[in-house]
């Protein structure tokens, strides 16, 4: 056994491998094959979204990672959907304006008419009345990123379900298990289930990544530059993993009123992942007992977070402090 | 190679060549493995609809094949999902009722205020207006009848593509190979796509079959035995096999909008299928030359016509004439 064991494949436990053999450690990642989250991840770097805005740490962290991706992406030598045009936030409804409002306010971004929406993206439907550019919200495609990671690690990487972690021999434990992470450890990880689909049409119907509020409803539709279109997601508090009817209906009415154009591209893919919820949404990062440490609980910004959270647990593997913000042990 | 040979093993060809069989007929099935009509049919029986009620040959004969289906059911010997709790036919909208009441009043069903309705299915949207109840409307599972018809079928049924009918060997030839009847023989079958959902729940939600217009669009919601309820169809005239966006999506809201509690449903399967139009989209059969026989162009009725179309084409073989209103023909 390696002197460090990962538990946990997904993009956390992957970038935090991938870290720690840059400092000539010697990892082995365990991963059980469940899906992860990242496999139905629309893969939005947003650092500054409403979900936290009331969390001035949870919001450094995630400026901190943002600012690692570019670095981070260029480091696994090849192209995994990085994209920098940037975020179009945008309004449907008054009230959705009002709604949205809130955030710009505090983002301190110009707003945009509706003319200069659609001058930036001329598929937008004329019921969009308002919105902004946020320049530093970035995409990656999360498929793309943990390919390059899984390339990367190689052999590192052994398909191994762990139950216990009594099981695990190694001096230092990471445990990455996402949703996984509440057996193995007793921490509060819940899983929060998010429906999201994919389109595919031809390459250039948008250019930004659309994040809307239509009719009171959440949307983000993420173009890729291979033609591909993420639409997502619902944000339920269950543990199944059914596509339903009412969720598939939900997030197309609300894609396609906002951008009428998607309603003829293939639909290829209906998808549920679960995001691994803490009691306040904010990761789980830092030492649990001597020998463990644990790296979960990114809930919606497990993408986002993968940079910064390999940073810190690497950091921690090389005797620095932990930030106690993040410390697994709060609750 | 046997006496006659059946180009097709869908549920045209399978059901002609079971039929044949019990004349004593040596019979042979080439089934090329495309994807047939039936597999996404949700079985709806409806000698009556809509479509057709301008074209009395058409309704005489798909009244004739109504009336064969409970013995061609029993024929089978196993379960096939015949039902006959009959259909409600459901209007919502000032507009879709005024659309509805032609056919109804053609049909002289005593029209159902909305609290009747509802005590036929409670499931059922406030927002229906009117309906009424066509007890000679039947259901059926085609997957199901398939499964049985190959089954009595056994080894007669050969996986085999056929490009040419010179290459096939026997004294009679019936091509009943949908679509792809138009390059076997030039007549004129066309393509027309129907995108159909299937949901699964609870069996109970829905006893009827209900074909409704909703905000004036056409849908059915067909409930099986067990749960699962088909829900169909767009009618377009195009042959490529994408599920679209704005296909799905349209089925889902007028389905959710006449039924609220399929939201809740997994949503199961989304699939294409091409009925086998013809310019009248009156179905083919008869003979074309001597010793080839056709049964094609079923349009959306194949499910109901397979019945008679089967009895009629065992007539041909056995030295009977043919119904001139069918003759292939005729273009």
């Known amino acids: 056994m390696s002197e460090i064991v990962v538990v946990g494949g997904g993009i956390i436990g992957l970038s935090i491998a991938w870290r720690l053999t840059e400092h000539g450690k010697d990892v082995t990642v365990l991963d059980g094959g469940d899906e992860g989250a990242w496999q139905v991840a629309a893969g939005m770097l947003a650092p500054g979204g409403e979900s936290v805005f009331e969390a001035p740490a949870l919001v450094r962290l995630m400026e901190r990672s943002a600012d690692l991706w570019p670095g981070f992406a260029a480091g ?20 959705d304006v009002a709604e949205a409002a809130r955030l710009w306010t505090k983002q ?12 930036l993206e001329p598929a937008l439907s004329p019921r969009v009345r308002i919105g902004v550019h946020s320049p530093r919200e970035r995409q990656v495609d999360p498929r793309r ?17 762990v139950d216990a972690l009594s099981d695990v021999d190694a001096s230092t434990i990471v445990v990455a298990a996402g949703c996984g992470t509440a057996k193995l450890t007793g921490l509060p990880v819940r899983p929060v289930k998010g429906q999201v689909l994919r389109l595919r049409g031809e390459p250039g119907l948008l250019r930004h990544v659309l994040d809307a509020t239509v009719d009171g409803r959440s949307v983000y539709v993420v173009p890729r530059h291979d033609g591909e279109i993420v639409v997502g997601a619902t944000q339920e508090e269950r543990t199944d993993r059914q596509v339903t009817a009412g969720g598939v209906y939900e997030l197309l009415r609300a894609a396609i009123e906002l951008v009428p154009g998607l309603a003829e591209l293939e639909l290829t893919e209906t998808t549920v992942g679960h995001r691994p ?16 440490l644990v790296a979960a609980g990114h809930h919606r910004n497990g993408i986002l977070l993968a940079p910064v959270t390999a940073e810190l647990i690497a950091g921690l593997v090389l005797g620095e402090q932990g930030d106690p913000d993040f410390d697994p042990r709060r609750f």
């Open 76 to 95: 696994l030598g090849v192209d995994v959907g990085y994209d920098d045009t940037g975020t179009l936030s945008l309004a449907m409804t008054a009230d």
């Open 277 to 292: 919820g803490t009691p306040d949404n904010a990761p789980l990062i830092g030492q649990l007992e001597p020998g463990v």
């Open 145 to 161: 990123v943990v390919a390059a990671l899984r390339e990367r690690l190689g052999d590192r990487i052994v398909p191994k379900r």
């Open 108 to 119: 301190q971004l110009p707003l945009l008419r509706p003319s200069e929406l659609r001058e």
